[in-house]
């Protein structure tokens, strides 16, 4: 499968749409949490029009709303976006993940037109096949060790608010674009790099057992779109550090979209466009 990779950057979002896609797909937003960036995914929303949207998993972070209850209006509106976009034709799936784990109970049934499943095979314009799921299934720590999990969560919480800080520093000092601590870490530190390899290999190993083309999941908060073991592995990313999400357009092809806003009194917006080279 040919992969290329580009960039471009474009002002502010207008109103209408400016791109349309076949299909988006979001995970790991966490609305409840604080770390969520709910403004940027709404600008996101508003530049993105799709005929189908899938949300693999923690979309809402009970998590978090457990240890403090948190939902501003912009969280509301994110639902509420979505609740419109499902009114309007556009066929709107959420499989829950392990923060929203609470809507498994639901699975099959729908609410407000967004059908809940527990996961699903998606066929892609070009016949290409893909699993979907949320991926906490293929991870050991979240499956047996669920206060080790919790405590990661935490943990990570702070390294999204510690980056935050750092990132209104280098503003003022005048550095430019984008750096994540939480992704520097995660691709540095040794357990953290094995781990995301680790996840990655059960999952291609499960999902080629199906017979499948590839997969696309979230969890891990790692987005990116490789060739592992003959098969495309895709993840969405997160709303809470990276802010990506994964679009397919009409003739199949499979992109990873990074929407950043460096400065909140920016006129313009960075969007990034990018596709791994197969490895």
């Excluded at 749409?17 to 797909?25: D, G, I, M, W, Y």
Aim: glycine content about 6%; aromatic content about 8%.
């Amino acid at each position: 499968m040919p992969m290329d990779t580009a960039t471009h950057k474009s002002p502010a979002p207008p109103e209408k749409a400016t791109h349309r896609v076949r299909s988006l797909f979001l995970s790991d937003i966490h609305l409840g949490s604080r770390a969520c960036r709910a403004e940027e995914l709404l600008e996101f929303l508003k530049d993105y029009e799709a005929s189908n949207i899938f949300l693999l998993g923690d979309i809402v972070d009970f998590w978090a709303m457990s240890r403090s209850l948190y939902w501003p209006a912009q969280h509301n509106t994110v639902v509420q976006k979505l609740l419109k976009k499902a009114r309007h034709h556009v066929r709107v799936y959420l499989i829950p993940g392990n923060h929203d784990e609470a809507l498994r109970d639901y699975v099959g049934s729908s609410f407000g037109d967004i059908t809940l499943l527990r996961d699903h095979v998606h066929t892609a314009a070009d016949g290409r096949r893909y699993a979907l799921l949320h991926g906490d299934e293929y991870d050991q720590v979240t499956t047996y060790h669920r206060w080790v999990s919790v405590l990661g969560d935490i943990s990570y919480t702070l390294l999204v608010r510690l980056n935050r800080l750092l990132s209104f520093i280098r503003r003022r000092i005048g550095v430019s674009g984008h750096w994540s601590l939480a992704d520097y870490a995660k691709r540095n530190v040794l357990r953290a790099v094995s781990f995301i390899s680790d996840f990655e290999t059960s999952v291609v190993h499960n999902v080629k057992k199906r017979g499948l083309d590839g997969v696309i999941c979230g969890h891990i908060h790692t987005p990116v779109i490789k060739r592992i073991d003959g098969l495309t592995y895709i993840n969405c990313g997160d709303w809470v550090d990276s802010c990506t999400a994964i679009v397919e357009h009409y003739d199949g092809r499979m992109q990873l979209v990074r929407w950043m806003q460096p400065d909140a009194a920016a006129s313009a917006c960075d969007v990034e466009i990018a596709e791994a080279p197969s490895r």
